[in-house]
């Protein structure tokens, strides 16, 4: 064979070489890339479910609230219509005491504990 035509099969075999070094190198690349975008799109799933159980709690703490608009706008009506007698004054207050009481239990058992509140 002639030297040239040796030489230009090698420049062609290592050119080649390099393309396919090259391709290997592209194809290990996208394949992290493409664990990437998984995990980011996993870590998206759990985000969205995070902010659907904070509207969740955020709606049920709009229920809390109008529960004790409820009790307060009661409580002001039994006192009004109890005027200054003594035992529907003391009747008032026991039942204060006791809806106060399960008030406080509830706020207990619905309050989310510190390590429990999603981040976001």
Not at 70 to 77: M, P, S, V
């Amino acid at each position: 064979m002639n030297s040239t035509i040796e030489h230009r099969l090698n420049e062609v075999l290592r050119t080649q070489f390099i393309i396919l070094e090259t391709l290997q190198l592209i194809m290990r690349r996208q394949s992290r890339a493409d664990k990437v975008l998984v995990n980011v799109a996993k870590m998206e799933r759990f985000e969205m479910s995070q902010l659907d159980d904070l509207l969740t709690l955020v709606g049920d703490q709009g229920t809390v609230v109008a529960s004790a608009i409820t009790l307060l706008d009661e409580l002001k009506a039994k006192l009004d219509a109890a005027g200054t007698d003594p035992a529907k004054l003391a009747e008032i207050s026991t039942l204060l005491s006791t809806q106060k009481d399960a008030l406080a239990a509830a706020i207990v058992k619905d309050t989310i504990a510190a390590s429990e509140v999603p981040v976001v």
